[in-house]
Structures are given as C-alpha cells and as structure tokens.
C-alpha cells in the first residue's frame, strides 16, 4: 500500500509543497478589484465582513460551510435523486453510506447542523445539568442554554496558547472530566460532548487516545459521549498524522473507530460533505425513537429531514469521500503550508497548524490596538482593503456586552481565515501569504474600530462599525507606494 497521507509533496529544493490532486473541470469567474473599490466596498459593508458582497470580493475565506468544491460524482449523483415525501431512495442510499462510516445503525436527517444541536438538546437536556466539553461552539451552545443547560469547557492548559507544538490542542482534561462527575454527580451530567478538530480554538483535533479516555470515564458514570462531527475527518487525518499508532492506519478505520467511542453522533454535512443538511447517528433503538417524533415536527419526515433529496444523494457520496486520504488532506496541506510560510516571517499565527483554516492572532499581530477597539475585526478590514480577500473575525466583536453594557472581552481575538476544501490554489494561497506579510510589516498604519449601529443579539453578523480614525487612507496610500498601479 502506497499510504499515502498526505498531498503534500517534496521539490526539488527540497520544500514541501502542497499539490492539487484533482484537475479543475468547472469554474467560476472571481474579480481583483482596484484598492478604491474595496475601500468603498468595506465602508459599504460597515467594516463587518459579514455585510460584503461577494462581486467585490477576491478570495472568499469566510468560512467553510456550504462552500466545498464538490465532486464530479457528487453533482453526478444528484441527477439520481428520488422526489419522494416518504420512503425516497435517495435517503437508503445516504442511510447505507453513513452506516457505513459512522457505524450505526440509526440515522436522523435534519436540514443542518444546528438543528441536530436543537433535537439533541431538547430530549435529553434537563433544566440544572451540565455538559463538558473540550470546547464549545457558537450554535451548540445557545441551544444548550436554552434548554437548561450550562456549558463547561474543561480543555487543557495548552488549548488556548497561541504558540504551541502540542499535536493535540482540542484534548479534554481528563482529571477535571473526572472533577465534574465528583462536583455535579453524574445524574446531572447530561452527556460529555466531544467536537472533532475544535472550530472556535483553531481547529485543534483530540487525540484517539483522549477520546478513549474520555469514552472509558463517561462509561464508569454511565453517561453518553456524543461526537459532534462536523470536522471530522480532518481530525481523524491529524490522527493518523500526528498519532505513532495511527500512522499506518486507514482513514476509514479510525473513523470507525473514533465513532466507536461515541454513543450518539451528530454532524453538519455543509462542512462534512460540501452539501446542506445534517444528521445524527445512533445504534440505541430507544434513544433513536425519543428523538424520532422531535424530527418529524421540526425538520420533516423521517427520510428527508428538511433536505432536499438532490442534497441527499450528493451527502451519501460526500461521506464516502471524507474516508479518501488524498480528499481530506487538501485542505489541512494548504492551511499547514499557509500557517507555517507565515510562522517563519514572525507573522503570529495559531500553531501548529490546524483544521479549517489559518488562524491569526489579532492581539500579536496589533499589540496598539485595545481590544474595546476590536483588533481582529480592524485586522480583517485592513486585509479585506489591501487584498480584497474575506476572512472572519473570531473576537470581542463576536462576543456580548455584560450586564453593565462593557464589553467581555475574547479570550482570543483571532482572523480566520478559512480554506474551504478544494476550493483555492496554491498561487491563491501564495497571495494571501504575501499581503499578510505586507501587512505585517505595516501593521503600525492598522487602527481600531467602533461601532456606528450595534445590533442586540449576535452583533458580528449585522452590526456596523467605522474605523477610529483615518488609518484605512494612511494604509492605502503606503499600499500605492509600494506596489503602484497593481491590483
Ligand atoms: C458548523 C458547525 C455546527 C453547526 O452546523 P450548521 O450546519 O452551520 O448549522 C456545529 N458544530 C460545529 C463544530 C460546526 O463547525
């Protein structure tokens, strides 16, 4: 067996450089505008990136979700489809295939994957439990709280270091695991929730061996794990990358495997599969029928769960694709490629590289900007203008004020900056590497921002800001010094 882990090639020069294993066969037309009109483009859009639109935008980075290139056997399989209401062959098809990966035996569609968190939530969360976690996510989270429950994040000292060389950043902490059952009792314990390749933290992975652990402590309190696994095969590639016993282990076992340990599965096939929808997974008949009435009167019925079935066919084979080596590594090769081109210049970023994306620490990266004046929203502004390349802020914007109306500030303010899978080249990807270096070395001209209109709830996503003061034309004017006329 070739074994082939990774798309990440040796040159000559003895570099290692990530390459497409795929050709290109459907494109679509991006635009390079003139710094000008990205400079309106941004005030346009209140210096929230969320608000941009996409004609004025380069290289979207925003995020990974529903932004896959997908397969030529996915839109294939979609010409397949079966428009059925009830009983659809479309769905048996996607019913077989996450059997086959995830190993259970129940499947729950749903239209994505918050709405798995809402069901999940809802039966077996009670008013007063607790849920630990190695980190929690924006949506998870809400619909946790929602239904009674409070959130406690027990990862490990390392998880929130910014520079690291631990392979496993999105570990749980198994003594303060232990601690919770001690301090709550294990009647109040929900479940213990384990999020593959941890988004919020930099798409840090847990080791097998955590999991295990993890699996072998919630079983001593007869407790659930459930897997939220969204990114999973991108941590079950850090898996075998980054864990000796793994190393000669095939994607498709260590997913099953990693599910193994799990007793209720959960995913977003945006992420996982390039596709709309979600599911949850389960091998307990009881457990799959108290969740079976909430899916009928939330999402549909049983066999399309607010998907459509074109979507449901191109998820089955999307699936199937995650256990293919050379289709999970891409996205991680690239990000690894990103993150350590810019590691070497000093430009800080969240090492080592991870799922998802690159991550950028804002707070390094603007040392003069308070966090009150919002350093990884100013910095994804600043790159939008000098590139016209989207990332998302992970900040104090995304978080809330307290009680008293100040601000509570992030624990991290990162730019994130997303590689969706198979979408960007590797010139594209040299781009981006190169404007943030430039931007780097120019970060004094970067300022703060404040808000103009702030929205109550979820701010980050509708909310309008404007910079300080006039550093956005100090910034052009130094950007036109250095490179003249071009783009
Ligand atoms: C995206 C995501 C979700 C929510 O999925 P949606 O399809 O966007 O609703 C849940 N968990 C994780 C880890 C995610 O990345």
């Known amino acids: 067996m070739t074994n082939q882990a990774s798309t990440t090639i040796k040159f000559q020069s003895g570099e290692q450089i990530p390459v497409e294993l795929h050709k290109v066969r459907i494109v679509q037309k991006l635009f390079l505008k003139p710094i000008d009109e990205r400079m309106e483009a941004i005030e346009k859009g209140g210096y929230n990136t969320f608000l941009l ?59 994505q994957g918050r709405a798995a968190e809402n069901i999940i939530s809802q039966v077996f969360i009670k008013e007063g439990d607790v849920i630990p976690m190695n980190y929690h996510f924006t949506t998870t989270k809400e619909h946790m709280e929602l239904n009674g429950g409070k959130v406690l994040e027990i990862y490990t000292d390392e998880a929130l270091k910014i520079k690291s060389d631990v392979p496993f950043k999105g570990n749980i902490d198994l003594d303060k695991l232990k601690g919770v059952f001690e301090e709550y009792g294990k009647e109040h314990v929900a479940f213990v929730r384990m999020e593959a390749s941890t988004n919020l933290i930099g798409g840090q992975p847990f080791s097998m061996r955590n999991l295990r652990e993890v699996k072998k402590i919630a079983d001593a309190n007869d407790t659930m794990v459930v897997l939220d696994a969204s990114l999973i095969g991108e941590n079950a590639y850090f898996i ?95 990000i690894e490629y990103a993150v350590n ?94 404007r943030l270096k430039w931007l780097y070395k120019n970060r004094e001209l970067v300022g703060g921002l404040k808000w103009v209109e702030e929205p109550a709830l979820l701010r980050f996503f509708m909310g309008r800001l404007t910079s300080t003061n006039d550093w956005p034309q100090k910034l052009i004017a130094k950007f036109k010094e250095d490179f003249g006329d071009s783009l």
């Open 240 to 334: 075998k990358k980054r864990e000796e016993e793994y190393k000669n282990a095939s994607i498709k076992d260590i997913l099953l495997e990693m599910c193994g340990y799990a007793d209720m599965v959960y995913f977003s096939s945006r992420k996982v599969s390039s596709t709309r929808g979600g599911g949850i997974v389960i091998d307990s008949h009881d457990l799959f029928l108290k969740m079976r009435d909430l899916l009928v009167l939330f999402e549909g019925f049983l066999t399309y769960g607010g998907m459509s079935v074109r979507e449901i066919e191109a998820m089955a084979v999307g699936i199937n694709e995650t256990c293919d080596d050379t289709v999970i590594s891409q996205s991680p090769s690239f």
């Open 53 to 111: 639109n996409t004609k004025d935008i380069f290289l979207d980075m925003l995020t990974d979700s529903g932004t896959n290139a997908m397969s030529d056997n996915q839109v294939a399989s979609m010409l397949q489809a079966d428009d059925a209401y009830a009983g659809s062959q479309s769905f048996y098809r996607m019913e077989k295939a996450l059997r086959d990966v995830f190993g259970k035996q129940y499947v729950l569609p749903v239209h």
């Open 341 to 434: 081109s810019l590691d070497a210049e000093g430009v800080p970023v969240i090492t080592p590289a991870g799922a998802l994306g690159c991550h950028v620490d804002a707070k390094g990266f603007l040392p003069h900007v308070p966090q009150t004046e919002y350093p990884a929203g100013a910095l994804a502004a600043a790159l939008f203008i000098i590139s016209g390349i989207r990332g998302m802020e992970r900040g104090t914007i995304s978080s809330v004020r307290d009680e008293n109306g100040e601000d509570i500030l992030a624990d991290v303010e990162l730019l994130r900056l997303a590689f969706p899978r198979r979408v960007f080249t590797l010139s594209q990807t040299m781009f981006m590497i190169d």
